[in-house]
């Protein structure tokens, strides 16, 4: 069971595209990284950050420009994938469409001549976990997609490779079956003592499955660390933007524990050095006042959604900042209506205010 890590690792393409050829594309920059044994890893970042790039040089199936991994101490940056010895799932399934869902399981120890009763037992068994037993005799085809992907992880379990890499796994399933799968995957992981990195820009399902999230960005690990340790203390605007969703108001330091917002002062909860600062607090920390007070920030409800177990009220302030409050239980406010909101100091998140805000924010 290998312990994992890479040591600044980057990968440039040269782009072969007619429009951009020659340029270089820097995917990984720089990277470095321990992953522990038994832990499940998520690769979070938006489309394009370097993700895939990444799983793809811990599989063996890109080399890196610069750079070494290793696995237990031992330096794998040139092996080949087959021996590797890794479980692989990838997004479109891959799935053999000539053979059975038996076979498609037990491909790798029978082609690795390593078929005995007790890999047979073994096969059934974890087409029992994925709970497939009783389609082991159909075709793929005749699978829906939420299946098709159970096979493709069953698959990479039977292989028994203690490391397992998922490359958006449920990204191509509707929402309610990628759901109730992350659940079978995570309890298969745990089963099988497996370590596992999986690779998604869903921070939801980033969040639920999660011992360990590396947030990426622009080729870069920006943090890393449990989902609640990220929520709780994200080190950059677009780690508390991209995991959670966070408000943030542009304020500026009036005092050594005191911010202004517009005309609001703001306390906070530490001292903070620089001038110019972004402050964040989450949707569920923000209180919605009916009575205006005018020591507070002022706005007006612009939109109320229902998102089922929670509501979420949209209210937009004067210089048209749109803040989003989040409630268990529905608020009196009305569409319409002005409101003053307030939030703890002990909620807000203090950044340095960045040369570009819009981009920070995003990717
Ligand atoms: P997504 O979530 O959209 O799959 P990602 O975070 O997994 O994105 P990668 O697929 O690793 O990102 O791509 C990172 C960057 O490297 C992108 O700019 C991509 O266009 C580029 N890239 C990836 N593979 C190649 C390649 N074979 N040739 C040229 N450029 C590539």
Known sequence: MPNIELKKITKKFTSINEATKGEVITA????????????????????????????????????PTSGKIYFDK??????????????????????????????????????????????EKFIHSVLRMVKLDERAKAYPSELSGGMKQRVAVARAIATRSPLMLLDEPLGALDVRIGTALRYDLMKLVKKYDLTTIHVTHNQEEAMTISDNIIMMKRGRIVQSGSPKEIYDKPNSIFSAYFLGRCNFFRSEMVGKKTAKFQDTIIKLPKNHRKKKVVLGVRGEKIHINSKLNKKNIQGTIDFINFLGEKWQYIIRLSDGTEISALKRVPHKAKIGQKVSISFYPDNILIFDEPKDFEKEKSV
């Open 74 to 119: 031992k330096n794998i940056t040139d092996m080949p994938t087959q021996k590797r010895d890794i479980g692989f799932v990838f997004q479109n399934y891959s799935l053999f469409p000539h053979m059975d869902i038996w076979h498609n399981v037990g491909y790798g120890p029978i082609v690795r001549n390593e078929f005995t009763k007790e890999t």
């Open 28 to 63: 990984v920059d720089d990277v470095s990284l321990k992953i522990k044994k038994h832990s499940y890893n998520t690769l979070l970042g938006p489309s394009g950050c370097g993700k895939t790039t990444l799983l793809r040089m811990i599989a063996g199936l890109e080399i």
